[in-house]
């Protein structure tokens, strides 16, 4: 059998992202109801951690707990990748011992060659390029506030960042419109922009982007890794600031996320994160229903 991988978006069909959803939201109405759905016995979750994590951490070892699995927490500073053992020998060892590895790390080229010698799937809990399981979240709260993101209008203000990048990728797999309104230079990779063709639409103007949108995203200004850029960062992009008035521009349907952790006062205005258009706090759920679904449609045929 093939090992199937979650590197990016495009490592599923557009069907099989829109079924991981519907599960997504079937698991999370069990969990609801209190119904104990434990397909995962005896099953392993290795996570690697390069990167601090709330969420992330969480959402993975509390649903491979629900799904009656185990998740093993691994830091650099607990395992032989901290002391300098190739990725490609770890790969080869915990593979045999876990049946899925997910790991959250700076370069995506780590997860790449992970994954070429891992004999179980391969999940990107987040690289310097891309946060799929993040996005996946973020349709599925789309999903159940408004219903289908496609022909939608969807709005990122901000950093064009990893996040930035895998909205991209959203954008063509969920086919939707994206503009993104950033400041010159800061721009999201153009590997991804060129890929999604005109669906794409750049903007340094955030009021441009932000008219009509169904949807308005946000990320915080300096990501992990770019603390030292935070006070020349935070000079830039004060003008990209989403607030009420803000999305007073977009749809009247319009809702707001922020995949969090969320700097209030900088990329969102502290009373936005409250606003009745926010929806953070759904969205920061779902990572936990998102990646059962996610978890369960790897492991189980």
Known sequence: ???????????????????????AVELKALQRQGVIYEPLKNRVLGMIFEK???????????????????????????????????????ARVLSRMCDAIMIRTFAHETLD??????????????????????????????????????????????DGNNMCNTFI???????????IACPKGYEPDARFVAQAGDRVLITQDPAEAVAGAHLVNTDVWASMGQE????????????????PAMLDQADDSVIFMHCLPAHRGEEVSAELMDDPRSVVWDQAENRLHAQKALVEFLLID
């Open 113 to 158: 060659t992970f994954a070429s010698h891992s004999q179980v799937p391969v999940i990107n809990g987040l690289s310097d390029d891309l946060h799929p399981c993040q996005l996946l979240a973020d349709m599925q709260t789309f999903m159940e506030h408004r219903g289908n993101i496609q022909g939608k209008t969807v709005a990122w203000v901000g």
């Open 1 to 23: 059998m093939t090992v199937r991988h979650f590197l990016s978006l495009m490592d599923l069909s557009q069907t099989e992202l829109n079924t991981l959803l519907k599960r």
């Open 52 to 90: 601090a994590s709330t969420r992330t951490r969480v959402s993975f070892e509390a649903g491979m707990i629900q799904l009656g699995g185990q998740a093993i927490f691994l830091s650099p500073r607990d395992t032989q990748l901290g002391r300098g053992e190739p990725i490609e020998d770890s």
């Open 228 to 243: 030292d850029e935070a006070d020349a960062r935070v000079k830039r992009f004060t003008p990209y600031q989403v607030t």
């Open 169 to 179: 990728q959203a954008a063509v797999q969920f086919d939707f419109q994206l503009r």
